[in-house]
């Protein structure tokens, strides 16, 4: 039995503590923490970031629902206006078929009369 996905509500926000920043959903769930450290010497061994970018990182995954809502939002967009194009390409086709008949029964018409 599979378990329905979890949703992490948007907005994300940020949250600052004392050498890390949470980012948590709206619902206040942890997601992520990033770590930071202005001690140079523990920057140095590679395990801790600057607080700049500690927050850097941490705004950049806050900001991951809006980003996706954008692009979803901008791929509807493109789908549509693709939709849309062929449209007017078959009623064009479609169009241009009818007047042709037209033209035919006027000259149908002609030889006959």
Do not use: H, N
Not at 11 to 26: L, S, T
Not at 48 to 55: G, H, K, Q, T
Not at 85 to 99: F, K, S
């Amino acid at each position: 039995m599979m378990d329905e996905p979890r949703r992490f509500f948007a907005p994300w926000r940020v949250v600052e503590f004392e050498g890390a920043f949470r980012i948590e959903d709206a619902a206040a769930l942890p997601l992520a923490y990033a770590y930071y450290s202005e001690d140079i010497a523990r920057r140095a061994t590679g395990s801790y970031m600057s607080r700049e970018e500690a927050c850097r990182v941490a705004l950049s995954i806050a900001s991951l629902p809006d980003l996706r809502a954008a692009l979803q939002d901008k791929d509807g967009t493109g789908e549509l206006r693709d939709e849309i194009a062929a449209l007017r390409a078959q009623l064009t086709a479609v169009e241009q078929q009818r007047d042709a008949w037209r033209a035919e029964a006027e000259r149908l018409s002609q030889t006959v009369a």
